[in-house]
């Protein structure tokens, strides 16, 4: 069972800009899946932001991280990233990696990082 690590998570200013990473345990396969980031927020529902395919090649955005949010990977180093920008307070949430989903964007993903958690302040 792959792992998965998140980092980069903290305070950040509203309109400021954050990185975000997923690291997975040597070992596994990591450019042979396509990733996912997810995020839940307090009292919702967890939901999709962002996917990329295993090359790299494709990206899928939800609507509310097209042209703010930017999803890319490194497979040499097994992680993936997330680079978020013009951040708003209601996008204070916990950040998820996943691996393993079913379907384009993924949905039902088999394995989960512990996530990371930031928090925009206005």
């Known amino acids: 069972q792959v792992q998965l690590v998140e980092s980069g998570g903290g305070l950040v200013q509203a309109g400021g800009s954050l990185r975000l990473s997923c690291a997975a345990s040597s070992g596994h396969t990591f450019g042979s899946d396509d990733m996912g980031w997810f995020r839940q927020a307090p009292g919702k529902e967890r939901e999709f932001v962002a996917a990329?395919?295993?090359?790299?090649?494709?990206?899928y955005y939800a609507d509310s991280a097209k042209g703010r949010f930017t999803i890319s990977r490194d497979n040499a180093k097994n992680t993936v990233y997330l680079q978020l920008s013009s951040l708003q307070p209601e996008e204070t949430a916990v950040y998820y990696c996943?691996?393993?989903?079913?379907?384009?964007?993924?949905?039902?993903?088999?394995?989960w990082g512990q996530g990371t958690q930031f928090t925009v302040f206005s």
């Open positions: 990329i395919s295993r090359s790299g090649g494709s990206r």
């Open positions: 996943a691996v393993g989903c079913t379907g384009w964007p993924p949905s039902i993903c088999g394995a």
